[in-house]
């Protein structure tokens, strides 16, 4: 079984009706267990019991650029090899990744609230993560702005593969505007190295989101089919009808 | 060559004439610099110390603005589909247009920036230096941006859109753009190393900006 073989939507769809379960429940599974163990996790002795925002947190923040990467293979397949899913794969990933992206500011700033004494601070790396957050809901109104389906998705290619490009130009420049404005205050740099009992659920965590964005995309992607479909469908009776009426006016 | 040569001169020449509007740029440009001070008050200390910042942003709304005339009147009377027909390879000529329309309508508000900086309470020097930051990070918005007037030409959707996606790929110019103007004024670093960097992307974005353009002209003309 290779990628062309899942060029066919409908083999795709029987395919991943079989995983979709599986998948479900092996994410459930982990992330009881990661939230299991992130809740044992002991205290930190200076950031007390909000440090496991962390287990949440980082995760999420991970997930935001993986997602990015997996849409830039997917314009690639787009693009080169016009592979019929790659464009779903990519439409579906995008409103995923904004809200992972969503997710990690949002728990950021939760976790800034008590360890900084403020929501939002300008720190670097809090600031391309909002760039990225940007980036996705422009993609996002792109997929939005054009009916056609194939057209938009050419047009999303090209955006996501610019945005590879230079995100990781934003993040330096960020980096860089950082350190002249603010000189490292807020965040110590590396920080201490993580001790194993935050690391394993750490860990944990990181796989059972992982898998939680594979199940998720696969779902989003056979609703995308699925939706593709019906709209075919409905197209092709709004044709039949319409000739039907012109025969019978004329 | 002698084909890219014609359509710099072309573009130039519709650009400067009549319904053209590469000039208003300018004026918005001025119209922004004058609002500030309504903003933040006229106190002229303030005012220099925001100088940089406020050109800087300035020069970047003013292009950005004028950037979808770049694709629009071409695709608008059909020259966008012999361009992309013709002989000549799209990247290139892509490039060309690029590079007419920052003649026409970047160049001048590299040109006007000492005039404003008058109004900004920034002395010559500063103001100079502001205008070389300008001269060298202007092209990067240019070519970048081209890449959103390219995707907003093909999908029919204008200039609100190809903003959204634009201005986020503009950070980069912006923050070293300011820091060089900043630097050359009062700031702890060097003028050089931010300076350069802009620089780099100017040239970076020249190479990427074409490319991607010319990938989203072909695959959306069809």
Known sequence: MTLIDLANPTRFLKLTERLLPWLAGLTALLLAIGLAQSALAPDDYQQGATVKIMFVHVPNAWLSMFVWGIMSLSALGTLVWRHPLADVAAKAAAPIGAAFTFLALVTGSLWGRPMWGTYWEWDARLTSMLILFLMYL???????????????????AIFTLVGAINLPIIKFSVDWWNTLHQPASVLRVGGPALDKSFLIPLLVMAIAFSLLFITLHLAAMRNEILRRRVRALQMLQAAEQQGQLRSGAL | MTALLAMIRRDIKIALRVGGGALIGVLFFLAVVVLMPFAIGPDLALLQRLGPAVLWLGALLASL???????????????????????????????????????????????????????????????????????????????????????????????????????PL??????????????????????????????????????IGPFAAAASLRQGLD
Do not use: Y
Request: with cysteine; charged share 10%.
């Open chain 2, 170 to 207: 503009s950070i980069p110019v912006l923050i070293f753009g300011v820091a060089a103007a900043g630097a050359a004024i009062t700031g702890p670093v060097s003028f050089g190393t931010p300076f350069q960097i802009l620089c780099a992307l100017s040239l970076a974005s020249m190479v």
């Open chain 1, 138 to 156: 422009g993609l996002i109104a792109l997929w939005r702005a054009v009916e056609d389906p194939s057209r938009a998705a050419r047009a999303a």
């Open chain 2, 65 to 167: 603005l004028t950037l979808d005339r770049l694709f629009m009147a071409d695709h608008e009377d059909g020259s966008l589909d012999l361009i992309a027909m013709s002989r000549t390879p799209l990247e290139f000529a892509c490039a060309a247009k690029a590079l007419a329309h920052w003649l026409a309508a970047g160049l001048p508000l590299v040109v006007a920036t000492p005039v404003l900086g008058l109004l900004l309470n920034l002395d010559g020097s500063a103001s100079l230096a502001i205008a070389a930051t300008l001269l060298v990070g202007t092209p990067a918005l240019t070519f970048t941006g081209m890449i959103g007037a390219a995707l907003a030409v093909t999908l029919h959707r204008g200039g609100l859109l190809m903003a959204v996606l634009v201005l």
